[in-house]
């Protein structure tokens, strides 16, 4: 018997129904039924579904002849289910990737599966600007508090047919079945805190952005409900229906001002009539409720709206005060003397301690002792600052006050604030890879990797180096360029970060990859695409399931989505996978590059990096034409002319699998190939750089 079977009503969702469709029959987990119900929408849904049914056969289409709605339609679709878990889906609604995977972890691992019968699970939230943002439900409580929808459950296919499930004809049409399974259920439900389904708030022509006499339905519906259940189980829906009722009329969208009183009234008629003998109103709305006085309840919604109001004007108040006391302070902490031994330090624009910045502070507590170090953070990246290393808050007063008085400044992207740069200072400008992708002055041709940056500003902030790290000839070209300023000096002493490479011994790396879960016998492959400025959100152009399934079990992946993307990189379903693991979230590059056997990467500038360590690079560059034409390249990377690709090259997921399966990613050719890319892009690395810039930036006389 199939495992899940996915109920996906269609009616006008033809700009998102492929989308949808795709997210089903695209995940790992393969063991699926998809059932798209027509429910005689005008447009394309029909023809769309069609074609899925045509070409792939897990996927059946229904045809109603009528319109049925939403309930009807999504009855039909689990009257010829299957499987034994039953999924419903809104046609414009996406599953995540692995999300069935995670669904079926979940339900095998239960204590005992057949004791489940109702699984609620995560989800998201997404706008027509393709802005995310959580779902907000709590699962660690009473079910029946959960968002009290179709989509966010699993149902048993058995337990559903049991208990006569089915959904309202009309609007809320799922309130009635969904509050029945979670009363049904009670003792038989899981939970799983893994966001599965994206839902789709639209721009306009949805329910729930259509004010009018259609959501006094919701009323209705709980009336139906209440009839028919028992005086234990009523007590404890109540509060959640209360609940449910007043984001209703809360809500603009639902509830116009003009309804606003009547709703009011039919709630209080409705809350009067079954509220539990003994209930005590919860919440001052709840208790004019329950008094059935709006002119009440109104003021409730007055007051807390000025309150709102107050409150921000008191942020904002509070916020210029603060700018003003922090102006005054830093004119005045800049009129005090130099602190000759204090050096600022920053990353990645104040998100912790990494990169060149934390090799020459690492070097400088070793050699000079005497230069007391700060770290400059955000609030937000604050615990990724490790113990004993000292730090300021960006905007804070310590903040401002050691950008006054620092003698060294030392970062590979730049400062916040903008603060003014005071004569005596020296600011080390280390820079963050080597470029392939177009820079500074350069970008200005290429806009859509811009994003609305002030090239004067990109010159201000040129004109403060006093030194600019260089870790090969090229850099050292492109930055004087694109950079381009009378006042600071090419510092070509290699990247500190890279020292590693040189200086970690074998007994390191068995340590680095026994921590990161890769066993002895495996061999392990990094695969760190870059971030696309013109493109939203991390899309990984592999099918990383697939990709280690046809690589067999000798291998292991470690999966690094750009910093950019952080926690949004939605990797969380490879938690388990025996092959793949996250390393979004590690603190250290470096490490990952040790305990890599290989790197597979596009156009990143680890590549550059991990040349030191003189392992195969695999480049997988499958947009490569698009990438060139929208951010600009300084050379071409899958040319095949030695010093301009490092390995082996593919441009299709079919081509990178089999040149694993070959052999063909680490042969004689492109060792050579290796070799004349490491001879361009590392001249200057050999364990040894951290220590040259500490010593030309804090112990030589005469720094510039």
Not at 302 to 312: D, F, I, L, Y
Not at 675 to 681: M, P, S, V
Request: charged share 25%; hydrophobic share 40%; glycine share 8%.
């Amino acid at each position: 018997m199939t495992r899940f079977s996915v109920v996906v009503p269609a009616h006008r969702v033809q700009g998102y129904l492929r989308e949808c469709l795709d997210s089903v029959l695209e995940q790992s987990f393969a063991d699926v039924e998809l059932i798209v119900v027509d429910d005689a929408s005008p447009d394309a849904s029909a023809a769309i579904a069609a074609e899925y049914a045509e070409r792939d056969p897990r996927t059946q289409l229904v045809r109603l002849p009528e319109h049925r709605g939403t309930g009807g339609a999504r009855n039909a679709g689990a009257e010829r289910a299957t499987g034994d878990w039953l999924l419903f889906l809104d046609g414009d609604d996406v599953l995540r990737p692995g999300a069935l995977g995670a669904l079926d972890a979940a339900l095998t691992e239960a204590p005992d599966t057949g004791a489940v019968d109702l699984l609620l699970f995560a989800h998201d939230r997404v706008d027509w600007w393709e802005n995310v943002r959580a779902g907000g439900d709590d699962l660690t409580g009473d079910p029946l508090a959960v968002t009290p929808a179709a989509w966010n459950r699993l149902f048993r296919r058995a337990f559903w047919t049991a208990q006569h499930l089915a959904f309202s004809d009309g609007p809320y049409e799922d309130v009635e079945p969904v509050r029945r399974a979670a009363l049904a259920a009670d003792g038989r439900t899981a939970t799983l805190d893994r966001v599965c389904v994206r839902w789709r708030e639209r721009r306009g022509g949805s329910f729930s952005k259509t004010p009018g006499e259609d959501h006094f339905a919701v009323l209705r519906r709980y009336e139906e409900l209440l009839a028919g259940l028992g005086g234990t189980d009523r007590a404890r829906l109540f509060p959640h229906l209360v609940t449910h009722l007043l984001a209703v009329l809360d809500d603009p969208g639902r509830i116009r001002a003009a309804d606003r009183r009547r709703f009011f009234r039919e709630t209080a008629r409705l809350y009067a009539a079954h509220a539990p003998a003994g209930a005590e109103p919860r919440s001052g709305e709840e208790k004019a409720l329950a008094a059935a006085s709006y002119p009440a309840f109104e003021g409730l919604r007055k007051a807390e709206s000025r309150r709102r109001r107050a409150t921000r004007r008191l942020k904002q108040q509070k916020k210029k005060l603060r700018a003003r006391a922090m102006r005054v302070s830093y004119r005045a902490d800049r009129r005090r003397a130099l602190d000759p031994d204090l050096a600022v330090y920053g990353a990645y624009w104040n998100r912790g301690v990494s990169c060149n910045p934390a090799a020459i502070h690492a070097k400088a507590r070793e050699l000079a002792p005497h230069i007391k170090g700060v770290w400059v953070v955000s609030s937000r990246n604050k615990h990724r600052v490790p113990p004993g290393v000292d730090y300021v808050i960006e905007g804070s007063r310590r903040y401002w006050r050691a950008m006054a008085r620092a003698t060294y400044l030392i970062n590979n992207s730049s400062f916040p604030g903008g603060f003014t740069k005071r004569p005596g200072q020296v600011y080390l400008q280390t820079h963050h890879g080597t470029p392939l992708k177009k820079m500074g002055l350069d970008q200005r041709r290429y806009p859509a990797g811009t994003h609305g940056i002030s090239f004067q500003k990109v010159l201000d902030h040129t004109d403060q180096w006093d030194l600019s790290l260089s870790s090969n000839p090229h850099s050292t070209e492109i930055w004087e360029r694109v950079y381009p300023s009378v006042s600071y000096q090419a510092l070509e002493a290699g990247y500190p970060r890279n020292d590693v490479y040189f200086t970690t011994g074998p007994d390191e790396v068995a340590r680095i990859r026994a921590e990161l879960g890769i066993p002895e016998d495996r061999t392990a492959l990094l695969y760190a695409p870059t971030h696309r400025d013109y493109q939203k959100g991390f899309l990984p152009r592999l099918d990383l399931a697939r990709f280690v399934r046809a690589l067999g079990p000798s291998y292991v992946v470690l999966v690094r989505a750009h910093y950019f993307y952080g926690s949004d990189a939605g990797l969380s379903d490879l938690a388990g996978h025996p092959q793949l693991i996250d390393v979004t979230g590690h603190a250290r590059v470096e490490d990952l590059c040790l305990a890599a056997d290989a790197l597979v990467t596009d156009y990143s500038s680890l590549m550059f990096d991990y040349a030191c360590l003189d392992r195969p690079i695999v480049s997988y560059a499958p947009d490569w034409q698009a990438y060139r034409l929208a951010r600009g390249t300084y050379f071409d990377l899958l040319s095949g002319r030695p010093g301009e690709t490092p390995g082996a090259v593919a441009t299709s997921e079919e081509e990178l699998i089999e040149l694993f399966r070959t052999g063909s990613w680490d042969t004689h050719g492109t060792t050579k190939l290796r070799g004349a890319f490491r001879r361009r892009f590392c001249p200057y690395d050999d364990g040894g750089a951290a220590e040259r810039v500490v010593r030309r930036l804090f112990l030589e006389a005469g720094v510039v």
